[in-house]
Nanobody, 122 residues
Framework: VQLQASGGGLVQTGDSLRLSCAAS????????MGWFRQAPGKAREFVAA????????YYADSVKGRFTISRDNAKNTLYLRMNSLKFDDTAVYYC????????????????WGQGTLVTVSS
């Protein structure tokens, strides 16, 4: 499966943004999905994950209550709704797909998108 992330941009503190991750090559419904991010000079970190059906989700503490992960399997698209953005949310955001299992560990995910940059100005 090929993943294409989009929707990043320059926003101000407190603004909202929605990221999308379009899948091609195979149907998205066969993969658990996740969002990760990497800030300048920092390691890649887990943001959110969602099960194959979309019935289960999991978030990093740093984004819980502000970000919402969702998926539309009919449209083969994964989303990340980000509200109340903070300066510390500035990062390149990556979507990832796992054919088996899901969780916070990047090693679980086999396929990765190219990333989309989110910059939050204070």
């Amino acid at each position: 499966v090929q993943l294409q992330a989009s929707g990043g941009g320059l926003v101000q503190t407190g603004d909202s943004l929605r990221l999308s991750c379009a899948a091609s090559g195979r149907t998205l419904s066969t993969y658990a999905m996740g969002w990760f991010r990497q800030a300048p000079g920092k390691a890649r970190e887990f943001v959110a994950a969602i099960s194959l059906s979309g019935n289960s989700t999991y978030y990093a503490d740093s984004v819980k209550g502000r970000f919402t992960i969702s998926r539309d399997n009919a449209k083969n698209t994964l989303y990340l709704r980000m509200n109340s953005l903070k300066f510390d949310d500035t990062a390149v955001y990556y979507c990832a797909a796992s054919p088996a299992g899901w969780g916070v560990d990047a090693a679980v995910y086999t396929y990765w998108g190219q990333g989309t940059l989110v910059t939050v100005s204070s």
